[in-house]
């Protein structure tokens, strides 16, 4: 991180999550430094987002002019720093002149957020997914296919001509959290290991029989008390009966259809594995390089006018 000011910056890029904040000083060539922190959204009212992001950006800050910063995420929702309302799919995943103006106290900073996209039937919504959509488009111009964003709330978004067609979330990854830490099934998955073998026969399971689903699951606690399978075969397994219901779920995204993956390495690594044995082939993106696009797309997009507070 830059402890002082950056003559060169020229824009500063926000990705504004629940847990945490990430920023990076951008030049005409792209980042010139870079800082985070733990102040996501879920720990900040209302009056602290302006704090929070000058502690970081606030040494960056050249004097004498207006900053604008771009931010996308869960700052931007109603419990945010200010609500950017949803734009409605069908559409390009960031647009010209849609951006959501900030109301700041600091005249250094322009202060602007990437609206979330929503879908009316079935009913869903993406926060911060809509722009690392749209830095794997900046990567992948041509791309048409489907694309996958695994995280607590899995993103399956088909895109077409540049745009997000229709999507749809699964909570594979938060219900992965609850099952494994705050059920009965806790006992036996203490610890951080993994078997390969037992995430393919769960995903296998998942898929063929996910309406056995709440009943495969207690099977797992049981094997562990009465057949001895260990604490790593349980957590993989499970992994893989949720990942494996959510592919039966989202068989009609993925069959047949060019996939690419967006996410953390691991994370991404285990859908892979998962889509591979169905016979699909995804490539990986990175979440953080495309996010970082994703606002850069942004930025090109025209913006209302800044407010003031006084």
């Known amino acids: 991180m830059s402890k002082g000011p950056i003559t060169a910056l020229d824009w500063i890029a926000a990705d504004w999550g629940t847990s945490n904040l990430r920023v ?57 720093w200010q609500e950017a309302p949803y734009r409605a799919t069908p559409c390009p995943p960031v647009a010209a002149g849609e951006l959501e103006a900030v109301a700041t106290h600091d005249p250094r900073i322009s202060v602007h957020i990437v ?78 290991g993994w078997d390969e073998t037992a995430f393919d026969a769960g995903v296998a399971e998942g898929i063929a029989h996910a309406d056995r689903l709440s009943a495969r699951l207690f099977s797992l606690r049981a094997e562990g008390l009465i057949a001895g399978l260990s604490a790593e075969a349980a957590r993989s397994r499970l992994s893989g009966l949720l990942i494996g219901a959510e592919l039966a779920a989202t068989k009609g995204y993925w069959l047949g259809q060019e996939v690419a993956l967006i996410g953390a390495s691991r994370l991404a690594g285990t859908y892979a594995r998962a889509l591979a044995a169905q016979g699909v082939g995804a490539r990986s993106l990175d979440a953080s390089a ?8 942004a930025r090109g997009a025209p913006a209302s006018a800044p407010k003031r507070r006084i």
């Open 115 to 192: 609206p979330g996209l929503m879908q009316s039937r079935p009913a869903d919504v993406m926060r911060g997914e809509e722009t690392q959509i749209a830095g794997a488009l900046m990567l992948m111009p041509e791309f048409d296919g489907v694309l996958c964003l695994p995280g607590t709330h899995s993103k399956w978004a088909r895109i077409s001509a540049g745009e997000v067609v229709g999507f749809q979330s699964c909570m594979t990854g938060e219900l992965f959290a609850l099952l494994s830490t705050a059920s009965v099934l806790r006992h036996g998955m203490a610890g951080e």
């Open 24 to 80: 990076w000083a951008m030049g005409a060539e792209g980042p010139l430094a870079e800082a985070g922190s733990g102040d996501g959204m879920g720990k900040l009212d209302r009056a602290g987002f302006e704090p929070a992001l000058l502690r970081l950006i606030g040494p960056w800050l050249p004097a004498g002019r207006v900053t604008p910063v771009i931010a996308c995420g869960m700052v931007g929702a109603r419990q945010g």
């Open 290 to 297: 495309c996010t970082l696009a994703g606002l850069v797309a």
